[in-house]
């Protein structure tokens, strides 16, 4: 069984990525650059803590490597 914690972190930065996604299409519609790079940057990021603790962390079996 999956350790809570892990899987509410996993959950956060899920939600974070849809909100950032959202924000980026919307100054990609409203031809904003400026923020369609800042939401570009929070999406890099969140996706790379994502990765990391998807690689490092397993949430089935609860092993930490």
Known sequence: MAHIFSVEIHEFLGHKIRLAEKGKNKAVKGNDEKVRRYFEGQLLEL?????????????KNRKYY
């Open 47 to 59: 996706n790379t803590m994502r990765r990391y603790l998807s690689e490092k962390i397993d949430l």
